[in-house]
């Protein structure tokens, strides 16, 4: 909070602002920015370039008027890169059509920022953590950037600080009828003017916004609607050969390459390279190495993870659950929940599964690396550039400033460009063939080698009294991948006189990941499935239901009615219509839908209309927070409807779009409507606040259109017509 | 390896390439047209479409000797702009996300406008589904082919 009490400008700096290109520089970031003490240049090459030129690290004024703002977050489609050049401009008053947001260098110590704004810096875009996170720090940006710009025009022009007023990238002093451009003040700006400290009450209410909520554009869709958009796909070097890897098809097996001759002798092909993971093959074009690897022999050792398949898995969680229940890694524990199922009037339970989910950005995993004696350097699509930045440091002996880190647009993310795998094979490739190097994912090699949401199965169990009331909440998850099974597990927002919340991991040796939403689109799912059971049991409205479990919780009750009355919550339907209803928070944002659903003579759900709300505090860019739901609650339903990785004696047996599904533009929805809910408290999470929705709300949709319960993802036509039996 | 003439957005391109090597390739590597995106390489999601003849194809899976005599049309060659209709629609209903799969989408939502200038809902879906979009712009992609087919 206090970062820009640490603030130093150095008096020689003073000597550039003779030059045309000025800076206003004045960074809440906590570091000892002085030329004079140079810890940070002596530290890293690209904060010493950066002084170098002069450049200040967010915020680079001309004297034409136009103020490059620096990105220092992982544009995957999320919008953020737009969002906080707004946070910028918000505070320094700017002409927005005036600003151009570059991306910033990987660097940390300079561009991070901890979660929420506290803790250790990261450049690290993952759990919707950016404009909540960035918030405060970068209007204090703007802020000291503003005053630093007035301070100097009332020297000049010696009039009181006070007088002065900006708007729209002017300076003006409405007493004399004076005013200047940003730009054009800069002539007489002074930076050795000492700073105030900002405070969050010190910085403009959300009543005076004139573009934080305001700007519905962001600045990457031109470019992205004319091909120009630059993914590290796209980059070209000099020189450079291409790779691909054909990797284990059981995690961790080894490779024996059988037929290295043959290849070697294959057209275009420079080199055939043995990893501890697979084969590689570098070649004059990828053409060359493509052709080849349809080519490849490789045997390979046996592994752990041979003995595991998805559908046996599943039943080993069931017998594991009925021999015990035990928990063996509690999440929340509240209340004598022991005593409430002892005491129960009845107790309901029912299982839940969902099975690994694959990340499927439409731009496969790829990297352009280039590795000298003492240098790399990487072109990446990366959701954490300082951490890979770090790992290729450390992979080649190097210092971390003798690596320097592209960052380009990134094709998706989804929580699979948060790891850096792909940029250290591309680096070794590079380091070995000592050329630059394209490292190339097939779609087959990004699936088959995926990191996946985890496998997991649900028990949720529920106390009843004889009131109808749920006294007791269980909720155990059986699953593998450690920490990522229990996130969203929690009920905040339900009151359970008591509760016990866990997770029983057993490892698969399967490579499991971060998925949009993480754990919170199976436990939601489960959650928002299994109140309605309850609901159905008691004799209660699932609105109902919801209501007085959050009785205390009035922001939450809020969206929820919010979508209640969108969706006419309680309003017959047609014939062949079944309507549901889920909450989920993620990210501390709080949301909830209402969705319509028919049966296709296939037995295929349709999910016709979909209505949603989210309160997501202080909405810095509504349209995007729209898309991002839309785009959230999509990738949802496409999780729920049709996506499965299942492994059969460890191997992956999908390979691509044929057989792992994506939804398609046919199945979306007629109507998604999205309300957001104004509010004044410090932003939230939007990027994921779709995907934990839609699960129950379709689940429970199907209840209410057959009184049947479907509680394994995804809601299949097979498993549609076993429902229905 | 052979040579072949390619007639890429207006203009000619001697390149060579083994006639079985795909388009798709051929126009990223060869000519570097880095618009068109490969994605599936089985012709499964519509990132790499171009179109021969206003036909809209995947490259991905086209033998670049299917294209020599024919009109190839990429992202970069749909206008001098980059303000087509159909990329002014994109623009005006925020289309892309991660915007990795909008070129094969504007190249096959441009081809649907062509053959069908005022295309309804059930036109529109039937025509793009083979077009994958992860980020699930889907409702937007609809909303601006509807909104290109007004601009005209």
Known sequence: MNDHKNIKVDSSRRKFLRNASVLVSFASVPISFSLAGCELEAQDSIARELLQKELNIWVHLKEDDTVTISNPTSEMGQGSMTALALLIAEEMDLDWSKVNIINSPAVPDLFGVGWNGRGSKSMITVGSRTVRSYYTMLRQVGAQSRYALLKSTANEWSVPFDQLRTHNGFISHPDSGKSISYGQSLAFFDDGIKMPDFDENSLKQPKHFKLIGKINTRVDVPEKSDGSAIYSIDIDLPSMVYGVITRSPVNGSKPKLMNKQELEGMPGIIKVEMLDHGVALIGQTVQDVLNAKGSIEIEWSSAPADEHSSGEAFMSYVKQADQSEVINNMISEDGPVEEAFRNATQVLKADYFNEYVYHAQMEPLNAVANVK??????????????????????????????????????????????????????????????????????????????????????????????????????????????????????????????????????????????????????????????????AEKTGKDPLEIRLELMKNHPRAKAVLQKAAEMGRWGDPRPDGVGVGLAFAERSDSLAACVCEISLTEDSEIRVRKVWAALDGGVIVHPDNTIAQMEGGIIMGMSSVLKEKVTIKDGKIQQSNFHDYELLRIDEAPEVLEVALIDSTEHPTGIGESGVPIIGGAIANAFANLTGKRLRHMPFTSDRIKEALG | MEKMILKVNGKSHEVEAAPSDTLLWVIREKLKL???????????????????????????????????????????????????????????????????????????????????SNPSREEIVGYMKGNLCRCGAYMRIIKAIEKASELG
């Not at chain 1, 496998?455 to 920490?483: E, P």
């Open chain 2, 34 to 116: 880095t618009g068109t995106k490969y994605s599936c390489g089985k012709a499964i999601c519509g990132s790499c479409t171009v179109h021969l003849d206003g036909t809209p194809v995947r490259s991905c899976v086209a033998p670049v000797a299917s294209a020599t005599n024919k009109e190839i049309t990429t992202i970069e060659g749909l206008s001098e702009s980059g303000l087509h209709p159909v990329q002014k629609a994109w623009i005006e209903e925020q289309v892309a996300q991660c915007g990795y799969c909008q070129s094969g989408q504007i190249m096959q939502a441009v081809a649907l406008l062509n053959k069908n």
């Open chain 1, 373 to 534: 004696d003492n240098t790399a350097e990487i072109w990446l699509g990366t959701q954490a550039p300082g951490n890979a930045r770090s790992a290729i440091a450390n992979h080649l002996g190097l210092k971390e400033d003798e690596v320097k880190v592209h960052r380009t647009y990134l094709g998706g993310g989804f929580g699979r460009r948060s790891r850096h795998d792909y940029a250290i094979e591309a680096i070794e490739l590079s380091k070995r063939i000592k050329k630059p190097v394209k490292l190339l994912w097939t779609r087959e090699d990004d699936l088959q080698y995926g990191m996946y949401r985890p496998l997991c199965m649900q028990r949720m169990s529920a106390a009843i009294n004889d009131q109808g009331q749920v006294v007791g909440w269980k909720h155990v998850i059986y699953g593998t991948g450690g920490g990522l099974l229990g996130s969203g597990a929690r009920v905040e927002f339900y009151d359970f006189p008591s509760h016990a919340i866990g997770v029983n991991n057993i490892d698969h040796g399967i490579r499991t990941k971060h998925w949009r939403a993480v754990g919170h689109g199976p436990n939601k799912f489960a959650i928002e499935a299994f109140l309605d059971e309850v």
